[in-house]
């Protein structure tokens, strides 16, 4: 398969290259068996354009939200890699620095769209985290979360701006919930609102919070047991952006978290996994 690398003649703006010691003035050309060196006057980045997936530059990743990543151990300079071999349907573009990636990088749709944007730092995640899911070709959300060192720090869930009635009840009271697969569930079908479900009937201790709009669950449902607890974010009944759980193991004296992130209810990418 043919492959281009090539140095664009531009100047690229980014703001971590100012102070950067990248490859600078060189052109790639990979032909087949044959890579050639030229010198590009203008350039300031070395900038490799590769297909997307290509063993060469990048390796397999679990998400199928970025399901390749750029290997360390590259050139330092900008990389794009493209969906097609004629290198006009951008699928993701970032920066290799020191052999390994570092700054903002960026993934696209087949169809243009943004899809996410990590920041890095010397190989990890260190910074802000977008991931951007489209109920529809209106309807675009934007689900952040922050990164330390490759070390879930926070993570902004969706709000329902609108002031709603809250209903309180005991969980499993079955006017509100219905069992299902041995766990109790919010119904379908009830009033708009923000429906609270308690252990017992004093009130004291929430077992469950969710919101209802227009008969399903809608924006941010949190669940406490036991073992955590278990943020997850929906639209019209079903998952779409984050689940987050979080529980502590008291023999090892741990707290663990999982990230998720669902769209439409299928789990489309794995951002922390600690179990």
Known sequence: MKRLLFCLSFIVSLTYAQNSNFTKGIVVFHDADTIKLYEAKKAELLVTAVEWGDELFMRDSDNELSPYVLKNGLED???????EYNFKNLAFQGVIKNGKIHGLTRYFTKSG???SEVEYFEGLRHGVNKSYLYANKHNKRVFVSYWDTDTLVRVDFAKCQNKLPI?????????YMVKKRKKWRLKNGLSNGI????????????MLKSTSINGSLNYLEIINNE??????EYLNGRLFGFVFEKWSDKKEGANFVNLFLYDNGVQIQVLQLQW
Do not use: A, M, P
């Open 77 to 83: 300079g900008l990389y794009k890699c493209y969906y």
């Open 113 to 115: 769209k943004i899809k």
């Open 167 to 175: 209903f309180r009840f005991e969980y499993g009271d079955e006017v």
């Open 195 to 206: 429906y609270i479900g308690y252990n017992d009937s004093t009130y004291t201790t929430e």
């Open 227 to 232: 073992e955590g607890q278990i943020f997850s």
